[in-house]
T-cell receptor, first 115, second 111 residues
Framework: EAGVTQSPTHLIKTRGQQATLRCSPI?????VYWYQQALGLGLQFLLW???????NRGNFPPRFSGRQFPNYSSELNVNALELEDSALYLC??????????????FGEGSRLTVL | GENVEQHPSTLSVQEGDSAVIKCTYS??????FPWYKQELGKGPQLIID?????GEKKDQRIAVTLNKTAKHFSLHITETQPEDSAVYFC??????????FGTGTSLTVIP
């Protein structure tokens, strides 16, 4: 069974540009989570989508946005890039809320570098 | 909101020794506490978890303890091996779908 897949693996942008990151959840999973992993800061929660709707949003500015498609894949958009947006962006998926034991299944991440 | 603190940030142990990583949380509503292991170049992977109605849980060489009164929980790894070298994250979940992660502990097991 394929795990969570993310693309691109690496992305280099300059300040002010926009970045789009993509995530495909494990087959059958309806929830997708986005986390930012910056050096020394652990995993900072960005967004949670379930069944196509945004369920929760972390403490990030509105230039961080995303969506979930009917096939449950998701994309994260970061507008007006700033240097401090450089980080590893991790996507995780989980089954639907009913009967979910709580485990998150993470992808290997997309490394965004802003120059 | 919830605040999770994790210590130490780095830990080196000799192969065969034990390693202990400690986390504290602030929100008494948190009732689920997973631990994730992140190897170099990979995403975090769940290694063990504990719920608030349990004080301790073991799985072979790893164990987790929870003290709800003091709001802290710990990961114990016994008989460490080089393949245990990784970054470990604790997390607390006050409600379904909501997770607050610690800042991570980089564990190095010296052969």
């Amino acid at each position: 069974e394929a795990g969570v897949t993310q693309s691109p693996t690496h992305l280099i942008k300059t300040r002010g540009q926009q970045a789009t990151l993509r995530c495909s959840p494990i087959s059958g999973h309806t929830s997708v989570y986005w986390y930012q992993q910056a050096l020394g800061l652990g995993l900072q929660f960005l967004l949670w989508y379930d069944e196509g709707e945004e369920r929760n949003r972390g403490n990030f500015p509105p230039r961080f946005s995303g969506r979930q498609f009917p096939n449950y894949s998701s994309e994260l958009n970061v507008n007006a890039l700033e240097l401090e947006d450089s980080a590893l962006y991790l996507c995780a998926s989980s089954p639907g809320l009913a009967g979910w034991a709580g485990e998150l299944f993470f992808g290997e991440g997309s490394r965004l570098t802003v120059l | 909101g919830e605040n999770v603190e994790q210590h130490p940030s780095t830990l080196s142990v000799q192969e065969g020794d034990s390693a202990v990583i400690k986390c504290t949380y602030s929100d008494s509503a948190s009732n689920y506490f997973p631990w994730y292991k992140q190897e170099l170049g990979k995403g975090p992977q769940l290694i063990i978890d504990i719920r608030s109605n349990v004080g301790e849980k073991k799985d072979q060489r790893i164990a987790v303890t929870l003290n709800k009164t003091a709001k802290h929980f710990s990961l114990h790894i016994t008989e460490t091996q080089p393949e245990d070298s990784a970054v470990y994250f604790c997390a607390a979940s006050p409600r379904l779908g909501q997770f607050y992660f610690g800042t991570g502990t980089s564990l190095t097991v010296i052969p």
